[in-house]
Structures are given as structure tokens and as C-alpha cells.
């Protein structure tokens, strides 16, 4: 099992670990992991994962 955080590659069970999980060819998998909240967000930041997505039309 992968413990390692996608962000920063520190283990994550030193810390307070998030996971997620993506929809992919009808099935729940689990690709990612960071040690807390504040990786997380650095790594959407930094890969512009937000860009171009929403669940809403208009603003
Ligand atoms: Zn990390």
C-alpha cells in the first residue's frame, strides 16, 4: 500500500492524511494521498486542477 504523499513524497501516516479517490472506467479508485489539507491545495494550485472545471454553468 502507497503511503507516500503525492505532494511532498513524505509518508503520510506522520501526519493527518486525506485520500482521493477518482471515477474511472465505472470504478472508484483511489490514486492519491496527502498529508493534510494544506498539500492538498498546494498541489491543486500548482497543477491548475481547478482550471476549466465546475459543476456549475455561470458564476
Ligand atoms: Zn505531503
Redesign the pocket.
Known amino acids: 500500500m502507497v503511503t507516500e ?1 503525492t ?4 509518508d ?1 501516516y506522520d ?1 493527518d492524511p486525506i485520500f482521493v479517490a477518482e471515477f474511472e472506467h465505472g470504478t472508484r479508485v483511489q490514486d492519491k494521498q ?3 489539507y494544506a ?1 492538498l491545495s498546494a498541489y491543486i494550485d500548482e497543477e491548475d486542477l481547478t482550471e476549466g472545471a465546475s459543476c456549475k454553468v455561470d458564476f
Not at 7 to 10: A, D, H, K, L, W
Open positions: 504523499c505532494y511532498c513524497g513524505q503520510i501526519h496527502f498529508c493534510n498539500r
